[in-house]
């Protein structure tokens, strides 16, 4: 049986008393509102028109104004101001304009989750844009063609530590001292600790939440991609960015990093682009720094 296939046949579901807590707390932690549900199904029928799909989005004022607010950020840098709903769809396009749903939704419930401390929320989300927006710029450089699902896995592939925040408040430090010095020994001691940890309870909760499978894939491979059963290079992306991610947390700034040990490059390196993948060690600090001053931008929006 291959690493994969145990990966497989492993039961994720956390233990009953954590479930429980999260169940309790379900309203506060939905991840897409009714809306967004709505018009994510509305999206799928090849039959949807612009208008159609505008017109639901439209009836969720803030889930608008958060799509407009993003698909006019230093992500998308568009050559002049998106003001509707419908142009985004016209110059973004159905599949991007779905996962800018996410976007907005996941960005939005991070700002109102009922946390203890409010410390944690401040550095997760920091750290949860940082990975997004190097996902977004390796994107682009190696050609990859993701077309904003890599910006939502990277904004969501470490949701599990925030859930590990809620169920837990007390003991948080203990579990996760986010220091951002990640190794093998991370994920067993969250499971020694309180019977899952962090990539399993964030797969786990997004698939409740009926996200689509390759990004809680990414969630639960985060880690170890070359376990992903869908989306290998996606999980790859982002384990890659999250590994510059946690220089810029460690350190707040890119000087200091050395893209070659980077553990996860190689296998990322294999799909990309062979015109532009060797410029990788030259350009990794400087899309570190241009990620940071997009995240800077927004988390003010």
């Known amino acids: 049986m291959t690493a994969a296939d145990e990966t497989a046949s492993i039961d994720f579901t956390p233990p009953p008393e954590i479930t429980a807590l999260l169940s309790k707390r379900d309203h506060k932690l939905r991840m897409l509102p009714a809306i ?10 090849p039959d949807c028109t612009i208008s159609q799909f505008a017109a639901v989005v439209e009836r969720d004022v803030k889930l608008a104004s958060d799509m407009l607010k993003i698909a006019n950020s230093a992500l998308y840098c568009p050559a002049s101001p998106i003001l ?26 991070m700002n ?49 530590r925030i859930l590990i925040a809620i169920v837990a408040p007390d003991r948080f430090q ?41 990004l809680s894939d990414v969630i639960l491979n985060h880690h170890q991609p070359e376990l992903a059963e869908e989306g290998k290079v996606l999980a790859t ?11 810029l947390q460690r350190f707040e700034e890119a000087e200091g990093y050395d893209p ?24 990794a600090p400087a899309l570190m720094e241009v990620a940071q001053r997009d995240a800077e931008s927004l988390l003010q929006c």
């Open 174 to 214: 203990e579990i996760d001292p986010m220091d951002f010095e990640e190794s093998p020994e991370t994920l067993e001691r969250e499971r020694a600790l309180i019977g899952t940890d962090h990539c399993r309870l964030g797969a786990w909760y997004a698939k409740q939440q009926k996200l689509p499978s390759a």
């Open 112 to 160: 109102r989750l009922p946390l203890e401390q409010e410390w944690i929320r401040e550095v997760h989300t920091r750290h949860s844009f940082n990975t997004a927006l190097l996902a977004v710029h390796l994107n682009r450089m190696l050609h990859f063609g993701f077309q904003g699902e890599e910006f939502t896995a990277g904004l969501m592939h470490d949701f599990g």
């Open 260 to 283: 070659q040990s980077n553990p996860f490059w190689p296998d990322l390196s294999e799909h990309a682009d062979p015109c532009v993948e060797k410029h990788f060690f030259e350009l």
């Open 36 to 45: 967004a549900t709505e018009a994510l199904e509305l999206a799928k029928n």
């Open 84 to 109: 509707n709903l419908h142009r985004a769809v016209v110059r973004l396009g159905f599949r991007e304009c779905q996962y800018l749903i996410m976007t907005a939704s996941i960005a939005s419930l």
């Open 237 to 247: 992306l982002i384990a890659t960015a999250d590994h510059m991610a946690n220089h």
